[in-house]
């Protein structure tokens, strides 16, 4: 079985500072792991994947997250919050021999002050 | 780009109605979802189907049902409407076989049951 925690219901930053959004997971096997967003009123947006590839994965509006199998993370991170990035986030697993399974975070709600 | 589009950005139904709620899906894909999402539940699936005439169950298949009768449609239906059925709706595509690889989203449906 796999499953992912999202450590932070809520997060908070000044414009201009990073972000860092926490995500552990656990899967029983090779998992494959997403992050998307979700902005007010709309549907889920594809930030970026990891499936098995390059540990460093580079996404959509500068957005970067890292695959660290020892500490079973894949924490999403940007250098400088934007106004444009409020909106809530999901981290996502899915695990190679699931079939079509795929588990969601409960979100994480991105706050950005001027 | 992958675009999945539904019938009704928002809609309002009555109890013990039967409600249809469409989506259509460009890019060939196999595998097409109706999730819900609730606050503090984050995103749940109800059905997927994995090619034309063929569906699952997901986590939360009670009072509704699906139809796939086209490889680009995928509809989900409300056989009687209740207010517990009152929730965001999403529908989301992806290619098929096993990898669980990304899904793409649509807009959602926002359905009031009253």
């Known amino acids: 079985a796999q499953s992912v925690t999202q450590l932070d219901s809520h997060v908070s930053v000044s414009e201009g500072t990073p972000v860092l959004l926490r995500c552990n997971y656990s899967?029983?096997?090779?998992?494959?792991l997403f992050w998307y967003v979700q902005h007010p009123n709309k549907g889920l947006q594809l930030l970026l994947k990891?499936?098995?590839?390059?540990?460093l994965v580079k996404g959509i509006n500068g957005f970067e997250a890292e695959f660290k199998k020892s500490e079973t993370s894949f924490h999403l991170t940007k250098p400088s919050a934007h106004m444009s990035d409020a909106a809530e986030y999901f981290c996502?697993?899915?695990?190679?021999?699931?079939?079509?399974?795929?588990?969601f975070g409960k979100g994480t709600s991105l706050l950005v002050t001027p | 780009d992958v675009k999945v589009t539904q019938s009704s950005r928002y809609l309002v139904k009555r109890t013990g109605e039967k409600v249809f709620l469409e989506c259509v899906q460009d890019?060939?894909?196999?595998?097409m979802f109706w999730y819900r999402q609730d606050p503090g539940l984050g995103l749940r699936l109800i059905y997927f189907?994995?090619?034309?005439?063929?569906?699952e169950k997901g986590d939360i298949p009670e009072g509704y049902s699906v139809s796939r009768e086209k490889k680009e449609r995928f509809s989900l239906i409300l056989e009687s409407a209740s207010t517990n059925q009152t929730s965001m709706y999403l529908c989301?595509?992806?290619?098929?076989?096993?990898?669980?690889?990304?899904?793409?989203f649509g807009p959602g449906t926002r359905l009031t049951v009253l």
């Open positions: 990891y499936t098995s590839a390059a540990t």
């Open positions: 899967s029983s096997y090779s998992p494959s």
């Open positions: 989301a595509s992806s290619l098929g076989g096993l990898a669980g690889g990304p899904r793409y």
């Open positions: 890019m060939d894909h196999e595998n």
């Open positions: 996502v697993v899915s695990a190679s021999n699931s079939g079509y399974a795929l588990n």
């Open positions: 189907s994995y090619d034309v005439k063929m569906k």
